[in-house]
T-cell receptor, first 115, second 109 residues
Framework: ETGVTQTPRHLVMGMTNKKSLKCEQH?????MYWYKQSAKKPLELMFV???????ENNSVPSRFSPECPNSSHLFLHLHTLQPEDSALYLC??????????????FGPGTRLTVT | GQNIDQPTEMTATEGAIVQINCTYQ??????LFWYQQHAGEAPTFLSY??LDGLEEKGRFSSFLSRSKGYSYLLLKELQMKDSASYLC??????????WGAGTKLIIKP
């Protein structure tokens, strides 16, 4: 496989469930990102990892818990979510974080519905 | 606060030219990106501008004026497959990407 992959593509969960989203990049990048995309709103950056170390946490509620075991894999653990958390969750990677021209490569996203 | 503005929706005709504008107010500037996102798919990188002027890449061109906090994406010879959302994003002084809400472009035959 090439590029950035995400599983599952679709997820429906109840507010008391625990689930995890998985992201894998095959680009040899060092930085990985989680974004939330809601309809007609800008992409919201949630977490940034650079060389497996978390460098950004944009005031994300604790019901979202990221994990980055290595530079190729990123997880988002979900617990006791709210209906307003329903959105498309996008994973992205880039060569680094501080370079000006480091474009981000996105996965196809996980469409999450919280019931 | 930081802000990126772009039109919510635009309509154009197949074969024509369309210009999608983006204005920004950010704390610092380390480049501006345009991405294309088809419905239900991942955003894909289109262009990057860090210096003033026009960058041309096939049917797509992107322009930047740092003094005006302004960019545009120009799409020529529109094709039906160009129907998508176009996202403008600016890297601020912390190298964090600030995103616009996207412009949905509808192409009509």
């Amino acid at each position: 496989e090439t590029g950035v992959t995400q599983t599952p593509r679709h997820l429906v969960m109840g507010m008391t469930n625990k689930k995890s989203l998985k992201c894998e990049q095959h680009l040899g990048h060092n930085a990985m990102y989680w974004y939330k995309q809601s309809a007609k709103k800008p992409l919201e950056l949630m977490f940034v990892y650079n060389f497996k170390e978390q460098t950004e946490n944009n005031s994300v509620p604790s019901r979202f818990s990221p994990e980055c075991p290595n530079s190729s894999h990123l997880f988002l653990h979900l617990h006791t979510l709210q209906p307003e958390d329903s959105a498309l969750y996008l994973c992205a990677s880039s060569l680094g974080t501080s370079g000006e021209a480091y474009e981000q490569y996105f996965g196809p996203g996980t469409r999450l519905t919280v019931t | 606060g930081q802000n990126i503005d772009q039109p919510t929706e635009m309509t154009a005709t197949e074969g024509a030219i369309v210009q999608i504008n983006c204005t920004y107010q950010t704390s610092g500037f380390n480049g501006l990106f345009w991405y294309q996102q088809h419905a239900g798919e991942a955003p894909t990188f289109l262009s990057y501008n860090v210096l003033d002027g026009l960058e041309e890449k096939g049917r797509f061109s992107s322009f930047l004026s740092r003094s005006k906090g302004y960019s545009y994406l120009l799409l020529k010879e529109l094709q039906m497959k160009d129907s998508a959302s176009y996202l403008c994003a600016v890297k601020d002084s912390n190298y964090q990407l600030i995103w616009g809400a996207g412009t949905k472009l509808i192409i009509k035959p």
